[in-house]
Every structure is written in C-alpha cells, then in structure tokens.
C-alpha cells in the first residue's frame, strides 16, 4: 500500500483549513444536498465530501458511510491533494497503491473511486468531493467535467459568506457597529483638533528627554568610530609600506646569490621582475661599497648613479650606522632632485668571505618609495583624508609630520604606531567635527517638526472615518459610471466579446457575442463556465462540425480547450451552421482570467474562396500553357532534328563547293538561331512559372571562360572585330555552380557587344569581387566600342521582349530576351546585374555572382581536359548493335547517317511496340529510344523491356524533343538509364553511346 505523500505546501494547507473552523462541526444542508445530486447523477452507493487534517480525513457530508472519519494514511483523497486533476481508480485490486488497502480488502470495500480536489478560499487544496463504488467502472469524459463542477460548488460553499450559518456573525456585526460609533465621536473637527494638541505636547515633552541620551551615545559612538577608523588604517599603510620596503632583502638575496657576477643586464631583468608588478616602487638600486653603480629604472634615475653614499657628508653617520647595526637605514620623505616625494629605505648587504666565519659589508640595496602612489593605494589622497588623519616619522631626530594636519597629534588618545623594519612611523586621527554633533537649536527645531507631524497624522487619522465614508460614496459612484461606461463600450463593438474570471466563468458579454450563437439563453447564463458554453454550442449544433460523430464532438472540443487554455496570436475560426465564419481571439489578463473576442469573417472566407478558385484556374492555365510549349517544343525540335543532321552531314562532306558550302552554313546558322529563339522561349516561360531550377556542379572558371571566349570568336572575326579577354590570378578558382547558365550569360552579353558593335573591340573582364574561406564573389564585365545606348533606358534593357529599338525598320533583330534571361539567372544565382553606357562610345555590361569554393586539383584537371570520343575500332571491337526506336523518317535517316563508318550497327524500328519484338529476338547492346512514338511510346516500351527480365541490364538512353522541366527525371524513373535531347549532333551521340557500350572494354 501506497501512503499518500505530503503537498509541499501542507503547513499552509492546514492553516487555511483550520482558518475555515469547519472541522467536527454539525452537518449542514447546503452540503448535503450537493452530496445527494452527485449520487443521484453517478448512480453510485457512496459519496462523500472529505477534510484531509493533519491526521485524518474527516467528513462534513456522506452518503453511504457509518464513520465521521478514517485515517490519512489510508485515505484515497489523500492522494487527490497532490494535484488539481481528478483521482480516477477503475478498479482499486488493480492498482498497486492501492491494492492492499484496508479500505479495499474491508469495509467499506472500495474498487471504484474518483475524487476532485476542493479549495479554501485562497486556493489551498484542503479536501476532495469523492463518489465510491463497490463495482469497477468507468467515468466518461463528460462525467468527470460534472464531477469538478460539483466541487465548484462545494468551493462556493465554503468560501461564501454565510452569516445565518455563523454563530460568530452577530458579534462581528455589532464590533463593527461600535467602531462606526466610536468614529463617529472622534473624527469631528474639533475633537480631532484637541487630540492633535495633546499628542503635539506629549511629543516634545519626550523629546526633550530623549535629546540629553542621545548626545551622550552619539559621543561614544564617534569615538568607536575613530579608534576603529585609525586601526584599520594603521594596518593597511604596514602592510602596504613594508611589502615595498622588503624588496630590498630581495635585492639583497640576488647579491649573495652570486656576488661575483652582478651586471646590469642580470640586474636590470631581476629588479624588472621585483618590481614592474608593485605600485608605488620609484626606483631600485645597488650600491657596491657604498657607490650607487645600478639602478632601475635607468631612464628616470640616470642622476644617482656614481653617488657615494659614505663619502657624502649628509649620508655618512646614517650609512655607517646602518653598517654597524646591520639593520635597515630610513630616509624622509624626501622631495627628490628629479621631482616627487619618496621615502628611502636602504638595507646593507653582507656577504660571505671564502674561509672566513664572519660575513663583510658589501654595500647598499636601496628603494624609493613613491609616497603620493602609496598614499593612493592606502586611500589617503583625498581632501577629507588631508583634513582629518596626519603621519610623522620617529626614525629621525625631528619627529616631522610630513602628511596632513600637525594639529591631530594634540589628541594623544588617538595615535596609532606603524612599525617598520627601519624605524617606526605614528599616525593620527581627528574627529569628525561635522554632521556628527547637532547646535541645541537645530535638535529643538527637529523636535518641533516630529511633534507637529505627529499631531498632523493623528488629527488626520481621526478625521479619516467621515473622510472614508465621503470617499467610499464617490467611488461607489465613480465604479457604477465605469461599469455603465464598459457596459456601453462593450455593447458598441462590432465584435463579439466576452470576459471570464479566473476559474474560467463568464462574467459578461455583449449582445453581438449572444448573436453569434444564436440564443437568447446566454443572457442568463452569467457564471457558467467556458468548457460548459463550448459543450452547450456543440450539443445545440450551433457549430458546425467535419464529424459530428460523438468522438468528432470529443475532439473538437477537446482542440478547442486546448486554443483557449494556451491562447496563440493568430485565434482560431469557426464554421456556424448558419453559414457564418467566425474568428475567436483569446488572450490571458494579469488577474489569471481571459478576454475573447468573436469576429464575423464570413466574407472574408467568401473571398478566400474567390480568391483559391481564380488561383486553381490560374495554374490549371500555367499548366494548360506547359503543355502547350512541350508540344511545340516536340513538334519544333523533331523536325529541326532531321534539318541539323541533314546540314551536318552536308557540310562533312568535301565535295562541296565553297558557294555551296556559304549556303550550308548560311542554312545551319539560321536553324541554329530557330533553335536559340526556342530555346530563350521556354527559358522565360520556366522561369515565369517558377520552375527554373540550377544543375549544380564543380567546375574550373577559367576553363567555362576559354570555352566561351572560344565560341564567340567566330562571330567577332566576321565582323573585324577585336575580342580580347583577362581573368585575374585571384579569380583562376574551381567552384561550384551551373556552368552551363554562366556560359549562357556570357554568350549572350558578348554576342549582344558583338551584334551592336560595327567596328573597334569587345572585352571580357573576371576579377575577384571579395572572398572568404568558401565563398567567392566573381565579377565578370563585358564593354564594347559599339554604338551605346541612352542611360536612362538601361531599365528596360532586362525586360521581357523590351528593345529599345521596337520599330518595323529597327537595325537589329532579335526578341528581346536574351537580357531578360541573364537578369533572371543572375537574379537565381543570388547576384546582381547591372548595365551602363555613353551614346556613340560603346556600352558595358557586369554582374557578380557568389560561387563556393571547391579545391580539388584532380578533378580541376579533368574538367579542363577538353572531352573527346572514341569509336568501337579505337577500343578492338568489330561492332555494336544499337537498336534505334524512331517514328520520323527523316530522324531515321539523320541518326544512321551519323553512325556510317563507326562500327555501330544499327538496326531501326519505327515505334515502341516493334522496339519490344526486337529485343526479344535479338540481344542488343544499347538502345536509342524515342519517346513519342505511335501505338507504344517509348516510356511503356521501355518498362516492358525491363519487365521481360531477358534485357533488364541493357542500356536505354531516351530521344526526345521534349526539353521541359521534369522531363529527364520522368524518362530516368521509367527505367532508361541516360537522356539526349533533340536536335542531336553527332558528335553528343558518339559521345553517349562511348559511355555506354565501350567504358568497360581493356582498350578504353
């Protein structure tokens, strides 16, 4: 069995218990009837209303109980004190705590229990409202929140006043009557003026008296003050000046360490180390026989050096002396040549002779001792010191005072000694003449004040009452003008409102909080808790609910507790089966309560609904509009394969004559700008859709820009142009990023320099912007000698199809999107691009992109290693069997043209289906797959291939003209293993199928 614990607050709980004097008192209806309800709601044999005291567990009211009280240790509501839930027990012989109690073995034979913690009325929890049985069972949700209302009203019962049900209310009753009466007399004007006048002349009768005691005391304690003042004094200036003085036996130790080698270096570093650290050390120096030869430090205390100390007339009794006692010499203070006043301290050093017993004089260590720093450090440099302490020296025959005020020494109580290894100092301390002694006129005129504040207070205490009274009307009046105004606020607010207490009750609301809800029974209701309001809404079907199953109620409900007892900022919206859309917003007062507000959003989710409809529409046009450039990029691409192929093997052929090769090339170079336009078109319809996104890789910078420079060149050439190009050391980098948009961005500046430069030069700038350890901001500008442009309309040079020569006779073609498409992908780098120009002098154009930093020298090599192919002959290999599934003629025709004399064999199928039969009869090694193809595509071709398990390793690479975003991915989900978008050139097919069929051959 489990003994309940003690709350940490029990010495508090059974005060506030014992404070209720409700103990072993008479049973009472108000309780009993609340027992009665709970047995007749919960069906129960046993209910009880328990008083857990310090001991026992006493009943005010029971049901089914022959005993007033049991012990606490074996009480079940014991355990209800530890906290503010609840206690449930299904079944006590299940539960290990209680198990073995006698409770549950004997009478009365418990195996249900549930009880509710009460309170007194500062909140301690001093009992429980427990319902019994002698049969497990269960409580529902709803039955345990009925449980804790029933405790509120035992709450109420015991904290509410009851005078009929008092005895001792009819005594306090008349005591306060009689201190009304007796405030009556007394508070008058006149009475009250007397009783001040009394008090005023008692005050300074008291006064008078105590002002002979206490300047008796204030004499003594001053004088303690003093004696203590100078003690700790005297102990700080000891310590301080005799850590100092000291030194001098350190110096003393360096020389006997090792007489015969003293120089001023080993000097110069040991006084160094002695002394750098101390405040106050003016100087430190060695005398040999008496003559100053080192001294620390030099810079300041050149002057000393070469003094003979027994030679000096004013030095020689003092040093010889010194020699002769062997004790330590003490000058000053002194005022010093070389300005300052110091105290100096001089120690003869004696040292050890080889076979001799007795030690001989070797001379001086001294130390001056900076007296305003010492001072400082033992806080004597202030003017109060100055005025009130004074220090002489009885080392020398004069007794100088050479601090403060001579005049302190007259008071021979108050001298304090300072010992020191050479002689002796004494300081004095005078009294603290102000502050501490009052004139007899002052202290009397501090007795008049007392007793006229005292007279003041008591006339006004006295007069309080009638003050009270008149105070208690005006405020009285003032809350009722202050209810009636919030009141009237509340009532004008186009929200709902409502307030709650503490406890969670509703203490008022408005009539738009009443309309939201639809009932008139609110108006009523004033009390009632919010969980019971939330579970009236529900029940009524006031709210409108996804599942109005009893668990969707429970849960519902449950949520929305759970917004109201930890309220957020953005509230909470309901749905009435009225149609409307409410928005709850809760936040917690200081006084523990809550404020919630109800706002009509009805139309607001009219609109959002609007608003997800006009949206749902737009992306199913985004998505009509994608599959319309996948369409027309198929149906563009397909042909303009055949049309690129065709052209590429024409040209390879060598029979051509040059007006025929100019024709060729001609042709090829307007199916090339068909397809850049295509290519740009799609660009800018990714990017408005938001789709575009950046293949990320590790590339050498100076090698995209040689690859760059490389394919511009042509074009500049044609023009007698000049294309010159510098990267800067710094910029030389491996990084990470698309090098396929850079190479775009900057093909598409320098042929934009190119077309609108005449004559002159292009250049291409890289530089390093800035850099950290993995990060680079790479600059790249690109000027021309061109024509220019006005500065004003460098805006509308990044806008979709802007030109800012738009007319039908406009010099240069073009769609006006290429700039556009370098904004955007700069933009998507997290760069900035920008544009300026001088008309008639050339334009410049530059942007600076960040790119992390990749040092890898393996890979760096291998991307500059420019790529190349090699064919099945270059590797000993007769021939491959590559199996072309294509639907258009004339792609058939291109694509065995281009693998003519390769050693690829290749075999065509005009659609998926007769893709499928082939593999079946003939082991292939690599398959090129279109994928629009008639009656099978090449998506369904390829996952029958791969499901007939004879040809699931074969290669599969997709042909399409499809260049949309996803594509590549799709086709590699299905099961093919690489991707070729149309139009293809020979050289990027030979180069795919090398990977695929040769890598793993001896000769590769």
């Given at each position: 069995?489990n003994?309940?614990?003690?709350?940490?607050?029990?010495?508090?709980?059974?005060?506030?218990?014992?404070?209720?004097?409700?103990?072993?008192?008479?049973?009472?209806?108000?309780?009993?009837?609340?027992?009665?309800l709970?047995?007749?709601?919960?069906?129960?044999p046993?209910?009880?209303?328990?008083?857990?005291?310090?001991?026992?567990?006493?009943?005010?009211?029971?049901?089914?109980?022959?005993?007033?009280?049991?012990?606490?240790c074996?009480?079940?509501?014991?355990?209800?004190?530890?906290?503010e839930k609840?206690?449930?027990?299904?079944?006590?012989?299940?539960?290990?705590?209680?198990?073995?109690?006698?409770?549950?073995?004997?009478?009365p034979?418990?195996?249900?229990?549930?009880?509710?913690?009460?309170?007194?009325?500062?909140?301690?929890?001093?009992?429980?409202?427990?319902?019994?049985?002698?049969?497990?069972?269960?409580?529902?949700?709803?039955?345990?929140?009925?449980?804790?209302?029933?405790?509120?009203?035992?709450?109420?019962?015991?904290?509410?006043?009851?005078?009929?049900?008092?005895?001792?209310?009819?005594?306090?009753?008349?005591?306060?009557?009689?201190?009304?009466?007796?405030g009556?007399?007394?508070?008058?004007?006149q009475?009250?003026?007397?009783?001040?006048s009394?008090?005023?002349?008692?005050?300074?009768?008291?006064?008078?008296?105590w002002?002979?005691?206490?300047?008796?005391?204030?004499a003594?304690?001053?004088?303690?003050s003093?004696?203590?003042?100078?003690?700790?004094l005297?102990?700080?200036?000891?310590?301080?000046?005799?850590?100092?003085?000291?030194?001098?036996?350190?110096?003393?130790?360096?020389?006997?360490?090792?007489?015969?080698?003293?120089?001023?270096?080993?000097?110069?570093?040991?006084?160094?180390?002695?002394?750098?650290?101390?405040?106050?050390?003016?100087?430190?120096?060695?005398a040999?026989?008496g003559?100053?030869?080192?001294?620390?430090?030099?810079?300041?205390?050149?002057?000393?050096?070469g003094?003979?100390?027994?030679?000096?007339?004013?030095r020689r009794?003092?040093a010889?002396?010194?020699?002769?006692?062997q004790?330590?010499?003490?000058?000053?203070?002194?005022?010093?040549?070389?300005?300052?006043?110091?105290?100096?301290?001089?120690e003869?050093i004696f040292?050890?002779?080889?076979g001799?017993?007795?030690?001989?004089?070797?001379?001086?260590?001294?130390i001056?001792?900076?007296?305003?720093?010492?001072?400082?450090?033992?806080?004597?440099d202030?003017?109060?010191?100055?005025?009130?302490?004074?220090?002489?020296s009885?080392?020398?025959?004069?007794?100088?005072?050479?601090?403060?005020?001579?005049?302190?020494?007259?008071?021979?109580?108050?001298i304090?000694?300072?010992?020191?290894?050479?002689?002796?100092?004494?300081?004095?301390?005078?009294?603290?003449?102000?502050?501490?002694?009052?004139?007899?006129l002052?202290?009397?005129?501090?007795?008049?004040?007392s007793?006229?504040?005292?007279a003041?207070?008591?006339?006004v205490?006295?007069?309080?009452?009638?003050?009270?009274?008149?105070?208690?009307?005006s405020?009285?009046t003032?809350?009722?003008?202050?209810?009636?105004?919030?009141?009237?606020?509340?009532?004008?607010?186009p929200?709902?409102?409502?307030?709650f207490?503490?406890?969670?009750?509703?203490?008022?609301?408005?009539?738009?909080?009443r309309?939201?809800?639809?009932?008139?029974q609110?108006?009523?209701?004033?009390?009632?808790?919010?969980?019971?309001?939330?579970?009236?809404?529900?029940?009524m079907?006031?709210?409108?609910?996804?599942?109005?199953?009893?668990?969707?109620?429970?849960?519902?409900?449950?949520?929305?507790?759970?917004?109201?007892?930890?309220?957020?900022?953005?509230?909470?919206?309901?749905?009435?089966?009225?149609?409307?859309?409410?928005?709850?917003?809760?936040?917690?007062?200081?006084?523990?309560g809550?404020?919630v507000?109800y706002?009509?959003?009805?139309e607001?989710k009219?609109?959002?609904?609007?608003?997800?409809l006009?949206?749902?529409?737009?992306?199913?046009?985004?998505?009509?509009?994608?599959?319309?450039?996948?369409?027309?990029?198929?149906?563009?691409?397909?042909p303009?394969?055949?049309?690129?192929?065709?052209?590429?093997?024409?040209?390879?052929?060598?029979?051509l004559?040059d007006?025929n090769?100019?024709l060729?090339?001609?042709?090829?170079?307007?199916?090339?700008?068909?397809?850049?336009?295509?290519n740009?078109?799609?660009?800018?319809?990714?990017?408005?859709?938001?789709k575009?996104?950046?293949?990320?890789?590790?590339?050498?910078?100076?090698?995209?820009?040689?690859?760059?420079?490389t394919?511009?060149k042509?074009?500049?050439?044609e023009?007698?142009?000049?294309l010159?190009?510098?990267?800067?050391?710094?910029?030389?980098?491996?990084?990470?990023?698309?090098?396929?948009?850079?190479?775009?961005?900057?093909?598409?500046?320098?042929?934009?320099?190119?077309k609108?430069?005449?004559?002159?030069?292009?250049?291409?700038?890289v530089?390093?912007?800035?850099?950290?350890?993995?990060t680079?901001?790479?600059?790249?500008?690109?000027?021309?000698?061109?024509?220019?442009?006005?500065?004003?309309?460098?805006?509308?040079?990044?806008k979709?199809?802007?030109?800012?020569?738009?007319?039908a006779?406009?010099?240069?073609?073009?769609?006006g999107?290429?700039l556009a498409?370098?904004?955007?992908?700069?933009?998507?780098?997290?760069?900035?691009?920008?544009?300026?120009?001088?008309?008639?002098?050339?334009?410049?154009?530059?942007?600076v992109?960040?790119?992390?930093?990749?040092?890898?020298?393996?890979?760096?090599?291998?991307?500059?290693?420019?790529?190349?192919?090699?064919?099945?002959?270059?590797?000993?290999?007769?021939a491959?069997?590559v199996?072309?599934?294509e639907?258009?003629?004339?792609?058939?025709?291109?694509?065995?043209?281009?693998?003519?004399k390769t050693?690829?064999?290749?075999?065509?199928?005009?659609?998926?289906?007769?893709?499928v039969e082939?593999t079946?009869?003939?082991?292939?090694d690599?398959?090129?797959?279109?994928?629009?193809?008639?009656?099978?595509d090449?998506?369904?071709?390829?996952?029958?291939?791969?499901?007939?398990?004879?040809?699931?390793?074969?290669p599969i690479?997709a042909?399409?003209?499809?260049?949309?975003?996803?594509?590549?991915?799709?086709?590699?989900?299905?099961?093919?293993?690489?991707?070729?978008p149309?139009?293809?050139?020979?050289a990027?097919?030979?180069?795919?199928?090398?990977?695929?069929?040769?890598?793993?051959?001896?000769?590769?």
């Open positions: 069995m003994t309940p614990d003690l709350p940490i607050n029990e010495v508090s709980r059974l005060e506030a218990l014992h404070k209720l004097r409700i103990l072993d008192t008479d049973p009472e209806e108000r309780f009993d009837r609340i027992t009665r709970a047995q007749r709601l919960f069906d129960v046993i209910v009880a209303i328990s008083l857990v005291d310090k001991d026992r567990q006493w009943f005010k009211s029971r049901i089914g109980l022959e005993a007033r009280e049991t012990e606490r074996v009480s079940f509501c014991g355990h209800t004190l530890l906290s609840p206690l449930v027990v299904p079944d006590a012989h299940t539960d290990e705590r209680f198990a073995d109690n006698p409770l549950v073995t004997g009478e034979y418990i195996r249900f229990y549930a009880g509710h913690p009460i309170h007194a009325a500062d909140g301690q929890r001093i009992g429980s409202l427990c319902i019994i049985d002698t049969q497990p069972r269960e409580l529902t949700q709803g039955q345990i929140v009925t449980l804790a209302e029933l405790a509120n009203l035992v709450d109420y019962e015991l904290i509410k006043p009851a005078a009929e049900a008092n005895e001792d209310g009819h005594g306090n009753h008349a005591f306060t009557h009689f201190l009304e009466r007796v009556k007399v007394v508070s008058s004007r009475k009250a003026f007397l009783i001040a009394v008090v005023f002349l008692l005050v300074c009768a008291f006064g008078w008296s002002k002979g005691a206490t300047r008796d005391a204030i003594a304690v001053d004088e303690a003093v004696v203590e003042r100078l003690s700790n005297r102990g700080r200036l000891e310590t301080e000046l005799n850590a100092r003085l000291h030194l001098t036996r350190g110096l003393a130790g360096f020389v006997r360490a090792d007489q015969n080698n003293v120089d001023p270096d080993r000097f110069q570093a040991f006084a160094d180390d002695l002394g750098h650290e101390m405040t106050a050390v003016r100087s430190l120096q060695l040999p026989d003559v100053v030869q080192y001294v620390w430090p030099v810079s300041k205390n050149q002057k000393a050096i003094h003979d100390l027994l030679g000096d007339p004013n009794i003092a010889q002396k010194a020699i002769d006692s004790r330590m010499w003490l000058s000053g203070p002194l005022e010093l040549i070389q300005g300052g006043t110091a105290l100096i301290a001089r003869p040292v050890p002779v080889d001799e017993r007795e030690e001989q004089f070797w001379g001086f260590a001294t001056l001792v900076d007296m305003p720093e010492l001072l400082a450090a033992v806080e004597l202030t003017e109060e010191a100055r005025s009130r302490f004074a220090i002489r009885v080392h020398e025959s004069d007794n100088k005072v050479f601090y403060g005020n001579p005049e302190a020494f007259e008071i021979a109580d108050n304090a000694s300072v010992a020191l290894p050479g002689g002796q100092w004494e300081i004095a301390l005078t009294h603290d003449s102000e502050g501490k002694s009052f004139p007899a002052l202290i009397m005129l501090l007795i008049l004040i007793a006229l504040g005292a003041v207070f008591i006339y205490l006295l007069r309080l009452p009638s003050q009270y009274q008149r105070a208690v009307a405020a009285r003032a809350l009722e003008k202050a209810n009636s105004l919030f009141r009237e606020a509340i009532e004008s607010l929200d709902g409102f409502a307030v207490d503490r406890e969670d009750r509703l203490l008022t609301c408005n009539q738009r909080f309309d939201f809800f639809e009932t008139s609110l108006a009523s209701l004033s009390g009632i808790k919010f969980e019971t309001l939330l579970r009236m809404t529900v029940n079907g006031i709210v409108e609910l996804e599942d109005n199953s009893e668990a969707g109620k429970a849960e519902f409900i449950r949520q929305r507790l759970e917004q109201h007892r930890n309220p957020g900022s953005g509230g909470s919206e309901t749905k009435l089966t009225s149609g409307r859309w409410v928005r709850s917003v809760e936040s917690k007062i200081p006084s523990g809550s404020v507000s706002t009509d959003i009805t607001l009219t609109k959002e609904q609007e608003i997800q006009a949206r749902e529409k737009a992306e199913t046009a985004n998505t009509t509009k994608s599959a319309f450039l996948a369409t027309v990029s198929h149906e563009l691409r397909t303009m394969n055949a049309i690129l192929g065709v052209m590429n093997l024409v040209q390879s052929n060598s029979d004559s007006e090769k100019h060729m090339e001609t042709a090829q170079n307007s199916a090339e700008r068909l397809l850049q336009l295509l740009e078109l799609l660009d800018i319809s990714k990017m408005e859709a938001g575009l996104e950046l293949e990320m890789s590790r590339f050498s910078l100076e090698t995209v820009i040689h690859r760059v420079v394919l511009a042509t074009r500049a050439e023009k007698h142009l000049v010159d190009y510098c990267i800067a050391k710094e910029a030389s980098l491996f990084v990470e990023g698309d090098p396929g948009r850079i190479q775009q961005i900057l093909l598409n500046l320098l042929g934009n320099a190119i609108f430069t005449n004559a002159g030069r292009v250049a291409l700038n530089s390093l912007d800035d850099r950290d350890a993995n680079a901001r790479i600059r790249f500008i690109v000027t021309d000698t061109g024509e220019g442009f006005p500065e004003e309309q460098a805006g509308r040079l990044f979709p199809f802007s030109q800012l020569d738009s007319s006779s406009r010099k240069y073609e073009g769609t999107l290429g498409i370098c904004h955007r992908l700069v933009t998507l780098m997290g760069g900035d691009i920008s544009a300026s120009s001088v008309p008639g002098e050339g334009a410049t154009f530059e942007f992109i960040p790119m992390a930093i990749k040092q890898d020298e393996d890979e760096t090599q291998a991307t500059q290693t420019p790529p190349r192919y090699q064919l099945p002959s270059d590797c000993g290999k007769e491959v069997r199996l072309l599934a639907d258009s003629p004339a792609n058939q025709v291109v694509f065995k043209a281009m693998l003519q050693g690829y064999q290749v075999d065509i199928v005009g659609n998926g289906k007769e893709a082939a079946e009869k003939f082991p292939y690599v398959i090129l797959m279109d994928i629009f193809m008639p009656e099978l090449g998506i369904e071709a390829t996952k029958e291939i791969r499901a007939n398990g004879r040809q699931e390793n074969i690479i042909l399409t003209a499809n260049a949309m975003q996803g594509d590549k991915e799709r086709f590699l989900a299905a099961g093919m293993d690489d991707y070729l149309k139009p293809v050139n020979r990027d097919l030979l180069k795919k199928l090398e990977r695929w069929t040769l890598a793993d051959l001896p000769g590769k």
